[in-house]
């Protein structure tokens, strides 16, 4: 090889390496079909034999137990038989595969293997669904979607804010109108706050009331005041807050009983009351109490407006958008039951396995591993329920809190007054000045 060939060779490798990096980059999606599909699709026909066998997902065709002389015996099974899979077929993100179970089989050594399939396929998660009966479907990502979210879109409607973007790269809805209240954990520096945010953000432009409670001295919904139409920032504004809120809600419930409605959206539309969110920062400041009597009374009367507003305020048009660290029993049976009502949930990095085990292991089993498994570096990452009784990994749209106070700013005239609110507040201004 003469020296200008070996200069040529070496040009165009560089070449290579420089528009493989510039691909990848730039364009994740070609560069995912042309190099990346193409050897994942060699490792996964090329492992699933093995693979199968060593996550259980085959079948005998002799019986695992057989008699020697008067002995049953119990062994490994003689023949294993690999349930057959489709060709791997490529998608934005990774590829998908099915398989066809032999009768017998359910998807849940599947669902158990997904991990170890990951692993083998060198992909960042295995999801298993089963879209028909005896199928199975494997949908692999080769890497984190959210490490370099893309922008989402949705249709503005009311009650609906564009949290961020889905796992999937669909949007992430939190609708209101759908899934009324909701609930959101994490560890602290996980990404709660700056939700709010972008919940608040989102919010505001819209014909709604929105009611802040942060009983930590108002020091993070504080900086949306202008938009709120009454703000809590102690547990005794609290309980004044959510009980003007309850007489609210009775006498909405009076006006749809009234005009034969089963809910505000059923009432004439100039009949309609405005939506109410009512955005709680860190639930727990409301639940604990430091024993003495009237500390104890203050602490039940949050509790039992809070859980009268969730199981009766949804077709009244008050929601609740609860935030907390923690949301266990220990708090009080008051808790347990909220949480009960709290349908929407989003669980951030957590400290402890309890704490996903509380927000998603009543609704959905498989999503609290995932939950578990967000690092300290996933600021942003939760992983949230959807429409359909599902769940999803998503990150949130990063919203810096000068940017929410902005937005509640620009629309503080949009405030809607509820005066009931104001005198709740007021009357606690005089009981203090007295
Ligand atoms: N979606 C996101 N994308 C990128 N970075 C994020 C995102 N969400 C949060 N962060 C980063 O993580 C940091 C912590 O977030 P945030 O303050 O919202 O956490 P938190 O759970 O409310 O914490 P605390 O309980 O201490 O208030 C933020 O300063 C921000 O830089």
């Not at 669980?347 to 009543?362: F, I, K, Q, S």
């Amino acid at each position: 090889m003469g020296p200008n060939t070996l200069a040529l060779l070496l040009a165009v490798l560089a070449w290579v390496l420089v528009a493989g990096n510039y691909m990848r980059e730039r364009h994740p999606v070609s560069f995912w079909y042309l190099t990346g599909y193409p050897v994942a699709v060699v490792r996964v026909m090329g492992s699933w034999r093995k693979v199968a066998l060593i996550n259980d997902l085959t079948v005998s065709r002799r019986p695992a137990r057989g008699l020697v002389g008067d002995l049953v015996v119990k062994g490994q099974a003689l023949r294993p038989v690999t349930p057959r899979i489709s060709f791997p077929r490529a998608t934005r993100t990774g590829l998908s595969v099915e398989v066809r179970l032999h009768p017998g089989q359910t998807p849940a050594p599947f669902i158990a293997a997904a991990d170890a399939l990951a692993h083998a396929w060198r992909m960042h998660a295995v999801r298993v669904s089963s879209p028909e009966r005896g199928i199975v479907r494997l949908v692999a990502t080769a890497s984190d979607p959210l490490e370099r979210p893309g922008v989402a879109s949705a249709p503005a409607a009311l009650l609906s804010a564009l949290l961020g973007v889905l796992e999937s790269g669909g949007a992430w809805v939190m609708n209101l109108r759908t899934e009324p209240h909701w609930l959101i954990t994490g560890a602290t520096r996980s990404g709660k706050s700056t939700l709010l945010a972008r919940l608040i953000t989102q919010l505001a432009p819209q014909p709604v009331v929105l009611v802040g409670i942060d009983c930590k001295g108002g020091m993070e919904l504080g900086l949306f005041g202008s938009r709120l139409t009454a703000l809590a920032t102690c547990r005794r504004e609290a309980a004044a807050v959510l009980g003007a809120l309850v007489v609210e809600m009775q006498d909405r419930m009076h006006i749809c009983r009234e005009a034969g409605a089963r809910s505000i959206w059923e009432l004439p539309e100039k009949q309609q009351p405005p939506p109410v969110v009512v955005i709680i920062d860190e639930l727990a400041e409301l639940y604990l109490s430091n024993g003495t009597r009237g500390d104890r009374a203050e602490a039940e009367q949050c509790s039992t407006y809070l859980l009268r507003l969730a199981q009766l305020g949804g077709a009244l048009g008050l929601h609740l958008v609860v935030a907390g660290q923690r949301v266990g029993s220990e708090l009080g049976s008051g808790v347990t039951a909220l949480r009960a009502q709290l349908g929407g949930r989003i669980c951030h990095r957590v400290n402890d396995p309890g704490t996903a085990e509380m927000t998603l292991g009543d609704l959905n089993k498989d999503s609290v591993a995932v939950a578990q498994s967000i690092s300290a570096e996933e600021k942003g990452v939760a992983v949230c329920t959807g429409t359909d009784g599902g769940w999803d990994r998503a990150r949130s749209h990063f919203t810096r809190p000068e940017e929410a106070k902005e937005a509640a700013v620009k629309y503080a005239d949009l405030a809607p007054e509820l005066p009931g609110l104001a005198r709740a507040l007021e009357s606690l201004d005089t009981e203090a000045g007295a």
